[in-house]
């Protein structure tokens, strides 16, 4: 029984965004009177344009725009992408934003009606909603084990011929108001915590099934602790009752990441 896999990569669920020139935008700079500030927000300059986003973003709000389409004009470098990522960053952290210039179209092996369909589905989100148990709690440590050398041609000492690297184990201490626990922890679930940065001090979820892990911010009881914290920092208290919960969890892809999802089941075939 042999299976034949999709050659071509695709990216995973994982959001990944990249570092570039409209990166540090983090919406319009408005005002609570939607008049727009010198610098605000990641953007500087271009207040009348900036105050006219915002009545389009009033609009988005109430509903009144749907099915319509906003055409921004002007010169390269006046900021017309800048303003578009404004009102999506706006709107929330969870709003898709999908750039596509026009060289890419004519560069790629697709059709253009393939590419600009691809283009429109990676910027329209949906919210998934499904129950999971979920553990979450305070980081009060997490301890990793060095990872040990084994071999698999015997005991002789020093380092011996064929020798194999076993994989990294370790701890994970977890605690809520009421109770503490300590967890193991495989290769894959400190990888996972490695790539979220999480530290003592954070509270975490972990999704059971997947072993996904959500940093949710900084515990308040570590407010006064003298951590280096970026200004963005968000503090949460303490999770109370009992560590493992069943809980309703959110996920928010992409039609473009559901097409990737679908295309890798029905992608195999079975002689």
């Known amino acids: 029984m042999a299976e034949l896999k999709r050659l071509s990569e695709s990216r995973d669920l994982t959001r990944i965004e990249r570092i570039g020139a409209h990166s540090h935008i983090r919406g319009l700079g408005l005002d609570s009177s939607m008049e727009a500030r010198d610098a605000s927000e990641g953007m500087v300059g271009q207040l009348p344009a900036r105050r006219g986003a915002g009545l389009i973003l009033q609009l988005i709000r109430q509903g009144k725009i749907a099915g319509r389409a906003v055409l921004i004009a002007g010169q390269p470098g006046t900021g017309k992408t800048a303003l578009a990522m404004g009102i ?62 084994a071999s698999s041609a015997g005991g002789s000492s020093g380092a011996p011929s064929g020798a194999t690297t076993v994989g990294k184990s370790g701890r994970l201490t977890l605690k809520t108001t009421d109770m503490e626990t300590v967890y193991e922890l495989g290769g894959k679930m400190i990888e996972a915590l490695g790539k979220e940065k999480v530290q003592s ?8 099934a997947s072993g996904k892990v959500t940093k949710l911010g900084r515990s308040i009881g570590r407010s006064r602790d003298y951590d280096a914290v970026g200004p963005h920092t968000k503090f949460v208290k303490c999770p109370d009752g009992e560590l493992q919960k069943r809980k309703e969890v959110v996920h928010c892809v992409t039609l473009h990441e559901i097409d990737v999802i679908n295309s890798r089941l029905s992608c195999t075939v079975h002689w």
């Open 88 to 149: 999506a960053k706006s709107l929330g952290a969870e709003t898709p934003f999908a750039s596509v210039a026009a060289s890419e179209l004519f560069s790629l092996d697709l059709s253009k009606t393939e590419a600009l369909t691809q283009a429109f589905r990676r910027a329209i989100g949906v919210r998934i909603k499904e129950e999971a148990e979920i553990i979450e709690g305070e980081v009060v440590e997490i301890s990793v084990d060095r990872p040990l050398s």
């Open 201 to 208: 001090g954070d509270v975490i979820a972990l999704d059971k």
